[in-house]
Each structure stands twice: as structure tokens, then as C-alpha cells.
């Protein structure tokens, strides 16, 4: 309970103050507009449905990988790292609030995205299971926030882990699903999707929506956010101790 | 005459390599390298699923287009980070002569935003396969100058605002974005609503790009000289705007004290 507890509050205080940042709040609410409106220039009128959900999800994960991948070095940089890390509380469970709720600015990007396309485009949003669209949306927020964990814990070395989170945001959109169906790729790229849970938590939104089966996309989300945090979490456990015994936390 | 020399080669090139972070090769490989060649073929397969445009179309349009990451980017930085290592008063108090001290930046930028282009475009067209005639290469690289020179005249532009504004990442991610809407990288001018054509016909690299596609279909650089002319005349005017912009603001700092206000 306590655990909850302090995810949720460190949830919600970095979903304010990242509000209120320019380049985690305003940069992520209009910089997908950018690549949403091209991409509505570039489908046909009857795929602009399919156009509008890929690039509204597009912003979440645009949101979430540069950012994630400095979460750890913008700690170092405040001086707070250190803190963090002598704690008493689980420092696992004082990251993963912060790439949670990196992702949950693009939640702002998706509604903005979504209105963007039904104002300046027209393009209706018909929800054919209105619950399961509202339920796959956290799901999808969940787990893409626990790659961004896993990502911020593993780049906890490099003093330029934003430009590393960067170099993730192109290949995850072009192999995630967003506006390119898997089909078009090679054979070897798809399991490479399947391991990123941005393509099954785009399949839930855009099966939801559309009127597919979302449920086993968004069992695979809940599997693959779970992988990741257990993943991250040994990673965290091995990195902290190796920074303890070299005394390399600070990277001065 | 000499010292004026010095200060444009010499000094552009220490500030280039002192201010501009992303050179560092942590940063350089992944942002400069890695991202623009997945931005190729990010749209590239995005327009074979929309059923729009030819890869050749894409590699093209997007290869140009990301020389705004390097140009916008750096020549912000190279102001702005005066300011943020408290350099800025230093470099305005001194009687160096501005044409040279502000140009001077602009040339190592331009030469790396073509290299990130040729690279982008290189890889993007063996990557997917693209067959362009071995002749349009250096006319294409000729443009691919042309354009990193226009965009960096908008970059100068846009270091006067980044002395204005704190954010100086959000502005330049903004002109980029802008600019990959509006520069027909992705979709072709005539696609877009008329009012987009008239902002677009005001941009850098609209022109390089149109040019750059002609050329990879098989026209002669005499043809698309025109195009080119207009691209260098638009990196100019911006140019001018841009350094006019910087003058001003400095005039403007003295007067009111306001140098690090951002």
C-alpha cells in the first residue's frame, strides 16, 4: 500500500511540474501535431481514422523517449540523484513515477492530436467499444512509461542519455504499427516489435476503436510493461551497487 | 582585413567547436546520423502504406530537410550559450567587427548541416533501394549546399529570438517541425491548401528540395538554376534579417540593460 502510494504521489507531482515545463509540456503537446499533420496529408480520406489514432499514440511514446532516456541525468544535474539513491524507499519506485508520468504528458498529445484531426481535417472519431478505448489508453500509457523506465535506468551512465532516448523516437514509430501496418516489413523486424510494448498498446487503442478484439493486445501491454520494470528493477539493483562500489554516481 | 579574416575562420570555427554540444560524437552519432536516416525511412514506408509518393520522393525531401536539426540547432546554441556560460557581455563589449563574429559561426555550420544531409541521403537511397543516376549526385550535393546555406540564414534569425526566450530547445524543435510541414519534404506543394503554399514559398528549402527531386529524375543543373539562385537569394535575406535582428538586439540590451534577461 505504501508502495502505491508513493507511486501515485510521485506520479502526480512530476505530471505537474512537467506540465509546466516547455520542453516536456508544450514541446510534447505540438511537436506530434507536426508529423500528425503531414501524415494526414499523405493518407487517403478513408484511412484518416487509421491515420489519426497511429499518429495520436505516436505522441506518447514522442513524449516519453527522449525525456525517459535523461530521467536519471536530470536528476544527476538538479543534485537530487544522490538523494534519491540514499533514500530509504526503493529507488525503482522513485523513477518509474517519473517516465510514467513523462508518458502521461502524451496523453495530451493524443486528445490534441485527435482534435487537430476532428477540427482542422474532419476526421470523426467513431468508437465502436468506448470502455476498452478508455481502459487502453492507461494500459498503453502504463507500459510505454515502463520502457521509458527501463530505458532511463539502463542509459544511467551516459552523461548524454537524452540524445540515446532521442535516437529511439524514429525506429519505434516506424516499427511500432502507428501509421505503417507491420505487414510492409521484412520478416526480421517484426519481432522486434512484438518485444516493444508500443505496438500492442497501439493495436488495443486502434482495435478498440475500430471494432476489433482488444483484449490480447492489451494482456500482452500488462506482460510486457511487467518484463520491463522486473527488468529494470535488476538493472537498477546492479547499477547501484556497481556505482556504490566505484563511487560513479555523480559521473564527475 | 587580416584580423577580419581571423575572426570569421578562426573565431567561427573555436565558438563552433566550443558552443555547439552536438558534436560531441555521443550525441553527434545518434542525432545527427542515426535519427535523420530513420526519418527517411520512417516516411518512406509511411508513404508506401499511404500509397502516395515514390521512396525517391521521400529520401529526397527528408534528407534536405533534417540539415534544419544541425542549422537551427547549432547556430541557437551558438548564441544562447554565450549567454548560459556567461561569455555573452565578454564577445558584445569587444570591438570585433559583428559581420564577422556572427558569419563566422555560420560556415562550420553550414558545412556540417550538408555532410548530414549527403549522409541521410546516401544511406537513405542505398537503404531503400533508390535508383538515381550517378551524374545527378554532385549537382545534388550542390543544392544540398544551397539549402544548409538558407537554412542556416533562418538559423541566424532564429539565435536573435533565442536571446529573447529561455527555451531555446522548444524553439529550434518548432522551426523544425514547421519546416517539415511546410518545405513539401513529405507532401508535394501543390497538395497543400493555398494559404500553406504562400508560407511555404517564403521558407528554406522548399526550392532545394523541388530542384533536388528534379535532378534525381534526370534534369540538368542548368535547368533547376533558377531554383537554386532562389534558395541561396532566400538564405540571404534571412541572413541579413537575421544579423540585422542580432545588431539590434544588442543595441537594444545596452540600452536597457536586458543582455540575460532570458
Known sequence: ?252 | MRVWLRIFFVGGLTSYRALFGFLSPAIFIPSLLVAPVFQVLLFAYIGRSAGAQSDEFYVVGNAIQYASIPCVFAMTQLISEERQNRTLGFILVSPAPRLALFLGRALPVIVNAWFVSAFAFAVGSLLLDVDIQGSAFAPIALVGAAAAFSCTGLGLFTAGIGLLVRETAVLSNVVFGLLLVFTGANVAIEDLPGWMQGVSARLPFTRAIEAARRLADGESLADVAGLVAAEVLVGTIYAVAGFLFLVTLETQSRKRATLERA
Not at chain 1, 507511486?7 to 512530476?14: D, R, S
Request: glycine share 8%; proline share 5%; charged share 10%.
Open chain 1, 1 to 252: 500500500m505504501r508502495s502505491l502510494r508513493l507511486l501515485g504521489i510521485g506520479w502526480l507531482m512530476h505530471v505537474k511540474m512537467y506540465w509546466r515545463a516547455g520542453f516536456d509540456g508544450f514541446l510534447a503537446l505540438v511537436y506530434p501535431l507536426f508529423f500528425a499533420t503531414v501524415a494526414f496529408f499523405m493518407f487517403e480520406p478513408e484511412s484518416l481514422l487509421y491515420a489519426s489514432l497511429g499518429a495520436a499514440v505516436m505522441g506518447i511514446w514522442g513524449a516519453t523517449s527522449t525525456s525517459a532516456g535523461s530521467a536519471m541525468q536530470r536528476e544527476r544535474w538538479h543534485g537530487t540523484l544522490e538523494l534519491l539513491v540514499a533514500s530509504p524507499a526503493p529507488f525503482a519506485l522513485l523513477i518509474l513515477p517519473i517516465t510514467i508520468a513523462l508518458a502521461t504528458m502524451g496523453l495530451y498529445s493524443l486528445v490534441a492530436t485527435l482534435l487537430w484531426g476532428r477540427l482542422l481535417f474532419g476526421i470523426e472519431l467513431s468508437l465502436e467499444h468506448p470502455l476498452l478505448f478508455a481502459v487502453s489508453i492507461p494500459v498503453a500509457i502504463a507500459s510505454i512509461g515502463s520502457l521509458g523506465f527501463l530505458m532511463a535506468v539502463s542509459f544511467v551512465r551516459y552523461r548524454r542519455a537524452w540524445a540515446l532516448g532521442n535516437m529511439f523516437e524514429y525506429p519505434v514509430w516506424l516499427i511500432c504499427g502507428f501509421l505503417v501496418p507491420l505487414s510492409l516489413f521484412p520478416d526480421w523486424v517484426r519481432p522486434i516489435s512484438w518485444v516493444l510494448a508500443p505496438t500492442w498498446g497501439m493495436n488495443a487503442i486502434r482495435e478498440s476503436a475500430l471494432g476489433g478484439n482488444a483484449l490480447p493486445d492489451l494482456a500482452m501491454c500488462v506482460l510486457l510493461g511487467a518484463a520491463y520494470v522486473a527488468l529494470g528493477l535488476a538493472v537498477t539493483e546492479r547499477m547501484l551497487r556497481a556505482a556504490r562500489a566505484r563511487a560513479v554516481l555523480a559521473l564527475t
